[in-house]
Each structure stands twice: as structure tokens, then as C-alpha cells.
């Protein structure tokens, strides 16, 4: 059974790459099953190319089967994509800069902390 993840953001280039190879390797046992970014016009781009649909952040970050979650938004959105996602139980991968400050920085620690 495939891990089902969720991508947060697409500003990055690199998830791109391994996004692309989990697409066409059915066999490493990850399933990307949505993507969101704010810009609706790369969302819709690059989950065409990443064999994924379109979902608002509500829909991953509510999907149970949605485990893990890869934020790779703009780092202007990582604190507060980390905090949504820690609340909703998922297991995040996220892209540096972690975050713009230490404090932000500060936020997402306690935020994964504090939801395991």
C-alpha cells in the first residue's frame, strides 16, 4: 500500500524532480494524491506533470489518508503551512530556509512538538 502525500506549495523547483520520479515509480510506494499552492495557475501545471489533482489546503490537510505532507511553498509560507500541518496530524517534509526568523523557526518546532 502506496504512503499517500500531499504537496504544499510548488515554488520550489526541486520537488519537481523527486515528484516526478515518485509519479512514474509506482514501485517506491509513494502516491502523491494532491496538490495545493495559492498560485492557481503553477498548481495547476505542475500537478499535471506530477499525475496529481488540484485540492485546496483544507482537503490534504483533512484527508486522513494524506500522511505526510511536503511544504514546498515560498518561505514567506512554510510557518504557517508547518502549524496547519503538525494540528492536522500529518508527518511534514519542509524545504530551507526552514523559515524567514528565529522566531517563526521557533513557532514550527513548538508546533511539531506539540501535535508528535
Known amino acids: 500500500m502506496a504512503v499517500k502525500v ?18 512514474n515509480d ?13 498560485d492557481a495557475e503553477r498548481a495547476n501545471q505542475n500537478a499535471a506533470a506530477l499525475k496529481t489533482v488540484v485540492k485546496s ?3 490534504i490537510l483533512e484527508d ?6 511536503v511544504v514546498s511553498s515560498e518561505t514567506v509560507y512554510h ?8 494540528a492536522a496530524g500529518k508527518a511534514i517534509i519542509c524545504y530551507k530556509p526552514m523559515a524567514l526568523n ?3 523557526a521557533n513557532r514550527m518546532v513548538a508546533a511539531v512538538e506539540k501535535y508528535n
Request: charged letters at 20%; hydrophobic letters at 45%; proline letters at 2%.
Open 79 to 86: 510557518c504557517e503551512l508547518v502549524e496547519k500541518a503538525a
Open 102 to 104: 528565529l522566531e517563526q
Open 64 to 69: 486522513r489518508e494524506i500522511t505526510a505532507v
Open 26 to 38: 509506482p514501485s517506491l510506494g509513494i502516491e502523491i494524491a494532491g496538490l495545493y499552492d495559492h
Open 57 to 59: 489546503l483544507d482537503e
Open 6 to 23: 500531499g504537496i504544499l506549495g510548488s515554488a520550489h523547483g526541486h520537488v519537481m524532480t523527486y515528484g516526478a520520479v515518485w509519479a
